[in-house]
């Protein structure tokens, strides 16, 4: 049984998303925020229900699009903005930006670049946990178009032949950049016949669910029985859960392959409207409850973009530390 403390927690986590990836996009728009980004907005739910089950010792790896999954795992938002703005003072002391963020105080593995590249690095994680004896869980976030990376497929094999401690979390927002990977049953296929990851898993033999990826309840309670398995050493799982970006797939991107109506559609499913609706219809909280933790939420981010813009850039004679490059190479 949820607790309200817990609920109204996790939804403080899905605001403050939505507060930081809107305010992002503004800041990018008016030539702030240097790099690629990529947002999380309207993905809130999948995050933040999943995320919810894990406690200090648990990892997660994540994707280019993993502002939501540090946010969730509770990596400081204003080391985050100093990130994107590629200061000193950013999570990664400004060498990381969007796509590197990495936190592993709190056991967030990394963004990241290299699309699939999550799956071994998950699995490394839930050997080494599996090792060690404990019962920690390790989450792999990956898209629906990571799902036809070959690293993917041989981590979904690996986690499922050496019974690991995993929860696949597949974000199937409907699109691999501006095609549409796996969900599409009505046109051609053009990057798989497959029609669903969760079909695919079983041919692994790894258990799997299609969830509704707007509904942060859904997403929490089949996250439930899949982090329960991972930490009772039954192995991997996965969720196939249905959502949707709102904003283009990096910010910039024309959206030329959707539609307004499209978009306006999902908006109406939208996952933060459907909770606060779930939240006061049982009593949980009151309006005023839920717009205390946004204005709290926006406050939050105010005081990131605060501290991003007053801090320093790291120094030139500092390009070659806190990075993995060797400059004589
Ligand atoms: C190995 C690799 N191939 C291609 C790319 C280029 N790329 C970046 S994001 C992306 C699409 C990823 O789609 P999906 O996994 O569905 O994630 P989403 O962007 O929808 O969250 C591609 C092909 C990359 N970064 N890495
Ligand atoms: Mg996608």
């Not at 899905?14 to 790099?35: N, S, W, Y």
């Not at 990495?102 to 050997?127: C, H, Q, S, T, Y």
């Not at 392959?257 to 606060?276: A, G, H, Q, T």
Request: net charge negative.
């Amino acid at each position: 049984m949820l607790t309200q403390d817990k609920l109204l927690d996790m939804y403080y986590r899905m605001v403050l998303i939505r507060a930081f990836e809107d305010r992002v996009h503004e800041l990018f728009t008016q030539g702030k925020i240097p790099g690629f980004v990529h947002l999380y907005a309207g993905e809130e739910a999948v995050a933040v229900g999943v995320i919810s089950h894990l406690r200090r010792g648990d990892y997660i790896t994540s994707t280019h699009r993993g502002h939501g999954h540090c946010i969730a795992m509770g990596v400081d938002v204003k080391g985050m903005m100093a990130e994107l703005y590629g200061k000193k003072t950013g999570t990664c002391r400004g060498k990381g930006g969007s796509m590197h963020i990495a936190d592993f105080e709190v056991g967030m593995l990394g963004a990241n670049g290299i699309v699939g590249a999550g799956g071994p690095l998950a699995v490394g994680a839930a050997l080494a946990a599996k090792y060690k004896g404990g019962g920690g869980v390790v989450v792999c976030f990956a898209g629906d178009g990571a799902q036809n990376q070959g690293a993917v497929l041989e981590s979904l094999n690996a986690a499922a032949i050496w019974k690991l401690p995993i929860v696949f979390v597949v974000e199937d927002n409907q699109y691999a950049i501006s095609l549409r990977s796996l969900s599409s049953t009505k046109l051609q296929p053009r990057v798989s016949t497959a029609r669903s990851v969760a079909e695919r898993a079983v041919a692994f033999g790894i258990p799997s669910v299609t969830v509704d990826g707007m509904d942060v309840l859904a997403v929490y309670e089949a996250a439930k029985a899949a982090v329960e398995r991972g930490r009772a050493g039954e192995g991997p799982s996965l969720l196939d859960c249905k959502t949707y970006r709102y904003y283009g797939h990096f910010e910039g991107d024309p959206m030329v392959y959707r539609s307004v109506e499209e978009i306006d559609e999902w908006r109406k499913k939208d996952p933060i409207k459907l909770f606060e609706e779930k939240l006061l219809k049982s009593g949980i909280a009151t309006q005023a409850i839920l717009s205390d933790l946004r204005r709290k939420a926006a406050l939050e981010v105010d005081e990131a973009v605060k501290f991003a813009e007053g801090s320093p850039y790291p120094e030139p004679s500092e390009a070659y530390t806190d990075v993995f490059t060797d400059p004589y190479y």
